[in-house]
């Protein structure tokens, strides 16, 4: 059974920079495609960023373009979320979350979640 735990989340500045992580255990996490989603005070879970298992990466919100980028690294069975540039309205709970199929900003997707890290910019 695949299990998946976010970290690096925290207080951070505006303009300032975060590495999430999403370490997968119980199972290869190359055999899978891992989206980020995210979830902020007062609003619906929505999809930021997804990995294939090929590698090619699609981005879902249009706000963090430029400023976000999705990677694995194989030997560390983790995924990551890198983060330049955050700006107040990037503050919620990160989550990362796997599926066998096909990258997809739809959260019905995935069937596999991870427990969410709160990410807060702010002054």
């Known amino acids: 059974q695949l299990q998946l735990v976010e970290s690096g989340g925290g207080l951070v500045q505006p303009g300032g920079s975060l590495r999430l992580s999403c370490a997968a255990s119980?199972?290869?996490?190359?055999?899978?495609?891992v989206g980020w989603f995210r979830q902020a005070p007062g609003k619906e879970r929505e999809g930021v960023l997804c990995?294939?298992?090929?590698?090619?990466?699609?981005i879902y919100a249009d706000s963090v373009k430029g400023r976000f980028t999705i990677s694995r690294d194989s030997a560390k069975n983790t995924v990551y979320l890198q983060t330049v540039s955050l700006k107040p309205e990037d503050t919620a709970v990160y989550y990362c979350?796997?599926?066998?199929?096909?990258?997809?900003?739809?959260?019905?997707?995935?069937?596999?979640w991870g427990q969410g890290t709160q990410v807060t910019v702010s002054s």
């Open positions: 119980g199972s290869t996490l190359d055999v899978y495609t």
């Open positions: 990995i294939s298992k090929s590698g090619s990466r699609l």
């Open positions: 979350a796997a599926t066998t199929f096909v990258c997809s900003a739809y959260e019905s997707a995935y069937s596999y």
